[in-house]
């Protein structure tokens, strides 16, 4: 019974931000400010958490799922749009090209994720 609810429960918040800081290190290659990376490090890091505690209590037969991190769900768009509004508050020159980046895109595939973006927005 222990062994359940050891493996049944979500991994801790600080393992979801290595896993990300991780990720986020790997894909900017040195290309983003350090500062910078870190605050969107931190801001992907509690809406994702902040989701999955969510989710482990709204869908109880979903708890596997939601027990530990996927790669997958830092890709997700509702994670890019939180990104690009951060970039937007803080008025980056560089927005554009830190967003490619970090969202392994080029300029046709971002130009087509903000139109996206928009639709989505104002619908």
């Given amino acids: ?60 037969k979903s708890r596997k799922r939601y027990s530990t991190l996927k790669i997958e769900d830092i890709e997700h768009t509702f994670i890019h749009y939180l990104i690009t509004d951060f970039f937007e508050k803080r008025k980056l020159a560089e927005s554009r090209n830190f967003s490619k980046i970090l969202f392994k895109m080029n300029d046709k595939e971002f130009d087509k994720y903000l139109d996206q973006k928009d639709w989505y927005e104002t619908k």
């Fill in 1 to 60: 019974m222990l062994f359940w609810k050891i493996e049944n429960r979500i991994e801790p918040k600080r393992d979801f931000y290595s896993k990300i800081k991780e990720y986020y290190i790997g894909i900017s290659d040195n290309q983003i400010p350090t500062e910078l990376l870190n605050e969107i490090i931190s801001k992907v890091t509690d809406e994702i958490y902040c989701n999955y505690k969510r989710f482990w209590k709204q869908y109880p």
